[in-house]
C-alpha cells in the first residue's frame, strides 16, 4: 500500500470516506502467516501455518483454546492477539461463572468486534493488528467468525486470512459444497490440501510447522499432536476431493 | 427509610422483611413442572394485599416464584427480564434456559448474602428447555438445589408428608395440581400468613401456562362448628 494523505490518525477521514490507520491495521493481518477455518455440521477445523523467526527459535503458536467449546487462530500482531485471547477467556469464565453454561459464540464476537471498534474512534489509541478466526459450538450450531481490526466481524463456512491466503480460498471456492457432509478426517485433509496451496515453492508442511485444531459438537478443542500430523501430512499425498464427490 | 439526619443516607442492610408472600410448592410431573403459591402479601401479620400475582414469566419456558419480602421479589424479576432482553441487544435469537436463570440467581443471592445485605428471598425457578424438566430452589444464601420437587416457608413443614405420599415426579399434571391444591388446604388450616386464594402456573413443552386464581377448598359446616360443642359454659 501506498502512503495517502489524511492518514496520521483514526480520527481523520479522508475526502474518500476511508479511514487509512484501519486499513493499514488490516494489511498487518495480511502480514502475518496463513491460517484458514473450514465447518462441517457437526466439526470445525482450523488450520495454520507457524512462523519460525530463525533456526535456533520454536514456532509460534497462532491457535488459542478459549473454552472447552471455542478456539481462535490469529494473523497479525500476535501481542495484540494475546490480549484479545486474555479478553476473550476472561468473558467466558465470568460467564461460566454466573449461568454454569458456555458463551454463545456469536455473542462473544460480537463483544470483541465492540472493543476493536472502539480502538478506532479515539484519537489516542490505535486499531488492533490482529485478524482472528473464531471457531466454536453453541446451542445455534456450529460456527466460524472472522474478526478484523475495523471492528467488523463475518461469519463464513470456510475462510482464510493471513499471507498468501488468497491461494487457499480459491481452493476453498472450488470445493467448500462438500465441507458440509464431510467427515472429520475429509476435513483435515481439506484444510491442509488448502495450506499446502498457500506455501512457497520451497517450503513444504511438516508436522512442527503446521497446527490444526478441531472442535465437535462432542468434542472439546483439542490441537492435533505430533504423531497425529504426520498421519495427515501422510495421507496428504493420496487426498483427491473428487472422490469426494463420487461418494455422495 | 430511617428520617434521621445522622443515618439518612447510609445504605440500610435487610435484616427483616415487610411485606411477604407465603408459601410456594413446586413439583415436577410428566410433563413439566406445575407450582403453586397463594395470592397474599402479608404485611406483618396483617392480610394486606389480598390478589397478588406472584406467579412470573422470565422467559418463553421459565417460570419464577419466590416467597419472603415481595420487593425483593419485584427486583429480582426486573433483574431476570433484563438478561432475557439480552437476546435482543445482541442480536442473536439465543436465550438463556431455565438452568442459566437458576445459575445467576444463586451468584446474585450470594453476592448479596456475602455483603450482609440479602435479597430475601426464597427462590423458585421452573421450566421446560430441549425436553428436560427444570426445578430449583434457590435460597436467601445463594445456595442452589434441583430438585424434583421445591417447598418453602411453612409448606416444608407441612406439606412434605402431603407431598411424599400422593405424588411422584411422572404423575399427570391434574394429579400434581390435586397434590398442591391439598398441600394449600392444609396450609390455610395451619399457617397463619396464609390466604385461601391460590394461583397454579405450570409449564410444558408448549411454554409457560399461568391459570386464575383459583379459591382453596374448604368445609365450615362440620357438626362440632355449627353447635359450638367447645363453647359451652362450664358450670361449676
Not at chain 1, 22 to 47: P, R, T
Request: hydrophobic fraction near 35%; charge should be neutral; include cysteine.
Amino acid at each position: 500500500m501506498l502512503k495517502h494523505l489524511y492518514d496520521t490518525d483514526c480520527v481523520t477521514w479522508s475526502p474518500q470516506g476511508k479511514l487509512f490507520q484501519v486499513e493499514y491495521a488490516m494489511e498487518a493481518v495480511k502480514q502475518g502467516s496463513i491460517c484458514l477455518g473450514l465447518k462441517s455440521s457437526d466439526y470445525v477445523v482450523l488450520c495454520s501455518l507457524k512462523r519460525q523467526p530463525s533456526e535456533l527459535a520454536g514456532y509460534q503458536e497462532k491457535q488459542f483454546k478459549i473454552d472447552d467449546h471455542m478456539a481462535i487462530a490469529i494473523a497479525g500482531l500476535t501481542a495484540d492477539a494475546r490480549v484479545l485471547c486474555k479478553y476473550m477467556r476472561t468473558e467466558c469464565l465470568e460467564y461460566k461463572y454466573t449461568y454454569e453454561s458456555h458463551h454463545p459464540v456469536g455473542r462473544l464476537v460480537f463483544k470483541v468486534a465492540e472493543k476493536s471498534q472502539h480502538k478506532t474512534q479515539s484519537g489516542a489509541k490505535r486499531p488492533y493488528g490482529v485478524g482472528l478466526l473464531v471457531a466454536g459450538i453453541d446451542p445455534n450450531g456450529v460456527h466460524l467468525f472472522e474478526t478484523c481490526p475495523s471492528g467488523n466481524y463475518y461469519e463464513y463456512k470456510c475462510q482464510a486470512i493471513g499471507s498468501r491466503s488468497q491461494a487457499a480460498r480459491t481452493y476453498f471456492e472450488s470445493w467448500f459444497h462438500l465441507f458440509e457432509k464431510s467427515t472429520l478426517e475429509q476435513l483435515v485433509l481439506h484444510g491442509l490440501s488448502a495450506i499446502k496451496k498457500a506455501i512457497m515453492e520451497d517450503e513444504e508442511l511438516n508436522e512442527k510447522n503446521v497446527e490444526v485444531g478441531i472442535l465437535g459438537k462432542n468434542q472439546k478443542f483439542l490441537h492435533l499432536n505430533a504423531q497425529e500430523l504426520k498421519d495427515y501430512i501422510t495421507k496428504l499425498e493420496a487426498f483427491n476431493p473428487n472422490s469426494q464427490i463420487q461418494q455422495e | 427509610m430511617i428520617f434521621n439526619s445522622e443515618l439518612s443516607g447510609q445504605q440500610q442492610h435487610t435484616t427483616s422483611p415487610v411485606v411477604t408472600g407465603g408459601s410456594v410448592i413446586a413439583l415436577v410431573y410428566k410433563g413439566g413442572v406445575v407450582i403453586g403459591t397463594d395470592t397474599l402479601c402479608s404485611y406483618g401479620s396483617m392480610a394486606a394485599f389480598k390478589n397478588v400475582e406472584k406467579i412470573a414469566q422470565v422467559s418463553k419456558n421459565t417460570l419464577y416464584v419466590s416467597s419472603g419480602e415481595f420487593s425483593d421479589f419485584q427486583q429480582v424479576v426486573k433483574e431476570l427480564a433484563k438478561i432475557d432482553r439480552s437476546a435482543l441487544q445482541y442480536d442473536d435469537g439465543v436465550h438463556p434456559s431455565p438452568r442459566d436463570y437458576g445459575n445467576f440467581l444463586a451468584r446474585l443471592s450470594y453476592k448479596k448474602r456475602c455483603k450482609i445485605n440479602p435479597l430475601y428471598l426464597q427462590n423458585v425457578i421452573a421450566g421446560f428447555h430441549n425436553g428436560e424438566r427444570y426445578l430449583a430452589l434457590v435460597d436467601i444464601y445463594g445456595t442452589y438445589l434441583e430438585s424434583n420437587f421445591v417447598t418453602t416457608g411453612f409448606a416444608s413443614y407441612f406439606c412434605k408428608a402431603i407431598i411424599s405420599n400422593y405424588w411422584n415426579e411422572n404423575c399427570t399434571l391434574d394429579q400434581a395440581k390435586q397434590v398442591i391444591r391439598e398441600c394449600f388446604k392444609v396450609l390455610f388450616c395451619r399457617d397463619c400468613r396464609a390466604h385461601d386464594m391460590i394461583q397454579l402456573g405450570y409449564v410444558d413443552e408448549q411454554g409457560v401456562h399461568i391459570e386464575q386464581a383459583e379459591r382453596v377448598e374448604t368445609k365450615w359446616d362440620f357438626n362440632g362448628f355449627k353447635t359450638r360443642a367447645n363453647e359451652k359454659l362450664h358450670t361449676q
